[in-house]
């Protein structure tokens, strides 16, 4: 019998998340499989609105607004998600480990306090994959330079985004059967293939 899993892509800018998630779910059209795709922030008409308030390049919230805001375009989405739980495939462009990455490893907010609004929003909701993509900073830089608009969250120093993309490593080290890397460094075609064949594994 076919699974139907939830899957999550996750990484720091430019690591090509939306591109490989775009490519399995052409492929998934292609063989007839029913499936829904997510972002986060955003996903749905009431999560994509807080998503434009926390990247917009005015916005001025500082940390724990942040981190409120991001739980609350995911409260938005746990709905959509446990109704399709099973049902369909789910491919999820970030999820929580992004919050743990970013507002835990990056900006220093306590671990215990994010798990305990997450876990209690997330109940029952189990990833069953996730996708990690790292980029050398260069790589990085130069993607995002080549980007019409930079969003609020596309802009901190060098230092944020190594100490995020450090801590998705220590998250996938804690559970390596349930992760795969992928090194976005690598040919983009040649990733493309290795996701696919984990895809047509996991479904
Ligand atoms: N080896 C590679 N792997 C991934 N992306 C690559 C690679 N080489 C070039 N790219 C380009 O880098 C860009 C990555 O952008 P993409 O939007 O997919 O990343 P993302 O991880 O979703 O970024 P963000 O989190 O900022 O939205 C794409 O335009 C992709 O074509
Ligand atoms: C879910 C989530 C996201 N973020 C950050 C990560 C990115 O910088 C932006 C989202 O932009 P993208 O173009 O969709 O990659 O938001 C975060 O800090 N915390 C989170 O929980």
């Known amino acids: 019998m076919s699974k139907k899993p939830i899957i999550v892509f996750e990484g720091i800018e430019g690591t090509g998340k939306s591109y490989h998630i775009d490519k399995i779910a052409k492929y998934l059209k292609k063989k007839n499989r029913s499936f829904i795709k997510i972002r986060e922030p955003g996903g749905n008409v009431n999560s994509e609105k807080i998503r434009k ?115 998705f490593v220590k998250i996938l080290k804690k559970n390596p059967k349930r992760y795969m890397h992928v090194n976005s460094n690598l040919d983009i075609k040649h990733n493309e293939k290795i996701i696919l064949d984990k895809i047509k594994n996991l479904i």
Not at 62 to 77: G, V
Not at 125 to 148: A, G, H, P
Request: aromatic fraction near 12%; avoid cysteine; charge should be positive.
């Open 53 to 167: 308030l926390i990247l917009n390049n005015n916005s001025t919230f500082n940390k724990y607004t942040d981190l409120l805001l991001y739980l609350s375009a995911r409260s938005e989405n746990v709905e959509l998600i446990r109704k399709n739980v099973g049902k369909k495939i789910i491919l999820i462009d970030r999820f929580s480990d992004s919050t743990i990455a970013y507002q835990h490893y990056g900006m220093g907010i306590k671990i215990e306090f994010i798990k305990t609004i997450n876990d209690f929003l997330i109940k029952g909701i189990n990833i069953n994959f996730t996708f990690l993509n790292t980029v050398s900073q260069r790589n990085m830089r130069k993607r995002l330079i080549e980007r019409k608009n930079l969003n609020r969250y596309d802009k901190f120093n060098h230092n944020f985004y190594k100490n995020v993309q450090r801590g």
